[in-house]
């Protein structure tokens, strides 16, 4: 069974403080992703990355940054939280290119920023 | 830029009713297709996905998908929803080159009353 876990469930954390968000893969899959889960909105991809060291931006990276120093693990970064930031966050990893892979997903973390 | 558009927000049935979720995305080139549900309290999970050939396909718990390529559609059904069907689910579609990054639709939420 593949596993994708998550540092944590819940988080709270300042406005203006940097926040990391840990994520860990079993499975040896090339892809990883980012996404934030908004009620009414969906999710939205912030950023992936399809190797080590390797990442691109989704459909909403401003105000985050990623770090994939290795294969198995892949970090998300609020340099400095804001309020807006506020969401549950998932992620997700799959197998690498020149297929069409299913997603496995985290079990998400809910952050809040106050 | 692609985008899947689910019909519902709020879907509320009665147990032993059929139910159908409509999803509709807009690209015109070759695509896989996929419907994740999220249970209360628990991590996204693939409920089925369409990659090619039968155009009708079946997931877990019943239920079964049918992509018709010329309305753009990719439509959930079941015929007798029970109580535990209660969840919230998703449409996405993987554009069948570059990247394998998923695009979601908003999701709909299915209340089952016993």
């Known amino acids: 069974d593949v596993k994708v876990t998550q540092s944590s469930r819940y988080l709270v954390k300042r406005t203006g403080e940097k926040v990391f968000l840990e994520c860990v893969q079993d499975m040896d899959h090339e892809n990883m992703f980012w996404y934030r889960q908004d009620p009414g909105l969906g999710l939205r991809l912030i950023y992936f990355s399809y190797d080590v060291k390797m990442k691109e931006k989704g459909d909403i990276p401003e105000g985050y940054s990623v770090s994939r120093e290795k294969k198995e693990r892949f970090s998300l970064i609020l340099e400095s939280a804001s309020t807006n930031q506020t969401s549950m966050y998932l992620c997700?990893?799959?197998?690498?290119?020149?297929?069409?892979?299913?997603?496995?997903f985290g079990p998400g973390t809910r952050l809040t920023v106050t | 830029a692609q985008s899947v558009s689910q019909h519902n927000h709020h879907v509320i049935l009665s147990e032993a009713a059929s139910l159908e979720l409509g999803c509709n995305y807009s690209?015109?080139?070759?695509?896989?297709l996929f419907w994740y549900v999220q249970y209360p309290g628990q991590h996204l999970q693939l409920l089925l996905k369409y990659f090619s050939g039968d155009p009708l396909v079946k997931g877990i718990k019943g239920f079964e998908a049918e992509f018709i390529k010329s309305k753009f559609s990719f439509n959930l059904r079941k015929p007798s929803v029970q109580w535990s069907d209660t969840a919230e689910y998703f449409c996405?579609?993987?554009?069948?080159?570059?990247?394998?990054?998923?695009?979601f639709g908003k999701g709909t939420m299915l209340l089952v009353s016993p």
């Open positions: 997700a990893s799959s197998l690498g290119s020149g297929g069409a892979y299913e997603q496995y």
């Open positions: 996405a579609v993987m554009m069948n080159s570059g990247y394998s990054t998923l695009t």
């Open positions: 690209y015109g080139g070759t695509v896989n």
